[in-house]
């Protein structure tokens, strides 16, 4: 569905400084996939979206999207795609119903299959009490699942979300979130979104593309980049005089590494703690060993953000700038 290499943009701000926002990038989407691209402010995101719906176009390198060249057939790409674009200008006074109306009009359809389209995504984004109010009036939740809606009107096959939850509470977050989810389901759509929010491309994505300083970082599963990067953590503590020999037994859990053992705490850093912290019990109590606690902590996406860039994503900014 999206094939990208090396893509590239430079912004020429003036003779003497040139912004790297995108520094050769290569992705591919499956069709139906759900991938998340996540990284702090200025890494790129928005710059990688606006160049695959062709609203600006690539310093070098190729994206194909929809089976299209961005730069040698935008309006063929266009016509495959949806964009929501990150945050909005300021609101104004359409009825929520005349909006999502207008906006299938510009996509070509005709005025009857127009406005059964608006009716039919006001009713499955639970938009049809407000559809007669103005645009100006709603609440971010809600105009958020306007902007959705208004990015759905031509049933795109691939749909682009930048930050589409952004400045919502959690309650609209998740509520935002149902709906997307539910979408995809109707439409069986291809999602691509972008997001700084660790927990929302955790749960939600099935793929997670972590970007930093314009480049992709990482590119995997959730899971497998947890596991790959980060590891789970088993801490447990001992009664005096046993630390040594449950170190000496945790060492040995498949693929241990990173141990600490001080005080009456042990840590180690496993692929599979949940499968690895019974087997380390059992292997302490055939030793005589007293477990007195146990833990598993499994890692979230920062850990594998800290151990990619040393740096946390929540304080990461690629700008230098406040995090907005
Ligand atoms: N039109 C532009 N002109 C100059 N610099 C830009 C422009 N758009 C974005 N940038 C810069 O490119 C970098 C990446 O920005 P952006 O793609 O918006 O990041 P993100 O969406 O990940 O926060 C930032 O340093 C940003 O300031
Ligand atoms: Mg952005």
């Given at each position: 569905?999206?094939s990208?290499r090396?893509?590239?943009?430079d912004?020429?701000?003036?003779?003497?400084?040139?912004?790297?926002?995108?520094?050769?990038?290569?992705m591919?989407?499956e069709?139906?996939?759900?991938?998340a691209?996540?990284?702090?402010?200025?890494?790129?995101?928005?710059?990688?979206?606006?160049m695959?719906?062709?609203l600006i176009?690539p310093?070098?390198?190729?994206?194909?999207?929809?089976?299209?060249?961005?730069?040698?057939?935008?309006?063929?790409?266009?016509?495959?795609?949806?964009?929501?674009?990150?945050?909005?200008?300021?609101?104004?006074?359409?009825?929520?119903?005349?909006?999502?109306?207008?906006?299938?009009?510009?996509?070509?359809?005709?005025?009857r299959?127009?406005?059964?389209r608006?009716?039919?995504?006001?009713e499955?984004?639970?938009?049809?009490?407000l559809?007669?109010?103005k645009?100006?009036?709603?609440?971010?939740?809600q105009?958020r699942?306007?902007?959705?809606?208004?990015?759905?009107v031509?049933?795109?096959?691939?749909?682009?979300?930048?930050?589409?939850?952004?400045?919502?509470?959690?309650?609209?977050?998740?509520?935002?979130?149902?709906?997307?989810?539910r979408?995809?389901e109707?439409?069986?759509?291809?999602?691509?979104?972008?997001?700084?929010?660790?927990?929302?491309a955790?749960?939600?994505?099935?793929r997670?593309v972590?970007?930093?300083?314009?480049?992709?970082i990482?590119?995997?599963?959730?899971?497998?980049?947890?596991a790959?990067l980060?590891?789970?953590?088993?801490q447990?503590t001992?009664?005096?005089?046993?630390?040594?020999?449950l170190?000496r037994?945790?060492d040995?859990?498949?693929?241990?590494?990173?141990?600490?053992?001080?005080?009456?705490r042990?840590?180690?850093?496993?692929?599979?703690?949940?499968?690895?912290?019974?087997?380390?019990?059992?292997?302490?109590?055939?030793?005589?060993?007293?477990?007195a606690?146990?833990?598993?902590?499994?890692p979230?996406?920062?850990?594998?953000?800290?151990?990619?860039?040393?740096?946390s994503?929540?304080?990461a900014d690629?700008t230098g700038?406040?995090?907005?």
């Amino acid at each position: 569905m999206i094939s990208t290499r090396e893509l590239t943009k430079d912004f020429v701000v003036s003779r003497t400084e040139t912004v790297h926002a995108v520094r050769g990038i290569s992705m591919d989407v499956e069709p139906g996939e759900l991938v998340a691209v996540l990284g702090p402010n200025g890494a790129g995101k928005t710059t990688t979206l606006r160049m695959l719906t062709t609203l600006i176009g690539p310093t070098s390198g190729t994206a194909k999207v929809a089976g299209y060249d961005v730069a040698a057939e935008p309006g063929q790409v266009r016509r495959q795609i949806g964009y929501v674009g990150q945050g909005n200008g300021a609101g104004h006074s359409q009825r929520v119903s005349d909006e999502l109306y207008g906006q299938g009009v510009i996509y070509g359809l005709d005025r009857r299959a127009a406005r059964q389209r608006a009716e039919e995504l006001l009713e499955s984004l639970e938009l049809k009490d407000l559809a007669r109010r103005k645009v100006s009036e709603l609440s971010g939740g809600q105009r958020r699942r306007l902007d959705v809606a208004m990015g759905l009107v031509h049933a795109p096959g691939l749909l682009f979300l930048d930050e589409p939850s952004t400045g919502l509470d959690p309650q609209n977050r998740a509520n935002l979130w149902d709906h997307i989810l539910r979408m995809r389901e109707q439409y069986s759509m291809t999602i691509v979104l972008t997001t700084h929010y660790l927990d929302e491309a955790d749960s939600m994505a099935e793929r997670v593309v972590v970007v930093d300083h314009g480049e992709v970082i990482a590119d995997d599963t959730a899971d497998a980049l947890k596991a790959k990067l980060a590891g789970d953590l088993l801490q447990l503590t001992v009664a005096p005089g046993n630390l040594q020999e449950l170190a000496r037994l945790a060492d040995k859990l498949p693929g241990a590494k990173d141990l600490v053992a001080e005080g009456d705490r042990v840590t180690v850093c496993v692929v599979d703690g949940p499968a690895a912290l019974p087997e380390l019990i059992t292997a302490a109590q055939h030793a005589g060993v007293p477990v007195a606690t146990a833990q598993v902590h499994r890692p979230t996406l920062d850990d594998v953000f800290l151990n990619l860039t040393g740096r946390s994503l929540r304080e990461a900014d690629s700008t230098g700038k406040a995090a907005a």
